[in-house]
Nanobody, 115 residues
Framework: QVQLVESGGGLVQAGGSLRLSCAASGSIFSIGAMGWFRQAPGKQRELVAAITSGGSTNYADSVKGRFAISRDNAKNTVYLQMNSLKPDDTAVYYC?????????WGQGTQVTVSS
């Protein structure tokens, strides 16, 4: 079992920045890639950014150049630095961890960007 706890969401004005953190515990040795997804009201959950255990990254086109995902394996934590935030970035952000058996999800953290 893997437990994921997110933090760092909140309310920010357009153009501002936030940093999300996701701390993993439990069977962390089994984790491969980790990522951040988001779900806005009335929309499907979508991938925002992902990072492999080796550090390779992948971003949604809508956040390229504004968001950066990073991973501290010593702290079992993945981060999402979000800059130049837009109202369209408003959503609940979920941390995800992949293992061979299944994916694990955090409880979600709300990010609200005001115009």
């Amino acid at each position: 079992q893997v437990q994921l706890v997110e933090s760092g969401g909140g309310l920010v004005q357009a153009g501002g920045s936030l940093r999300l953190s996701c701390a993993a515990s439990g069977s962390i040795f089994s984790i491969g890639a980790m990522g951040w997804f988001r779900q806005a009201p009335g929309k499907q959950r979508e991938l925002v950014a992902a990072i492999t255990s080796g550090g390779s990254t992948n971003y949604a086109d809508s956040v390229k150049g504004r968001f950066a995902i990073s991973r501290d394996n010593a702290k079992n934590t993945v981060y999402l630095q979000m800059n130049s935030l837009k109202p369209d970035d408003t959503a609940v952000y979920y941390c995800n961890a992949e293992t061979i058996v299944r994916d694990y999800w955090g409880q979600g953290t709300q990010v609200t960007v005001s115009s």
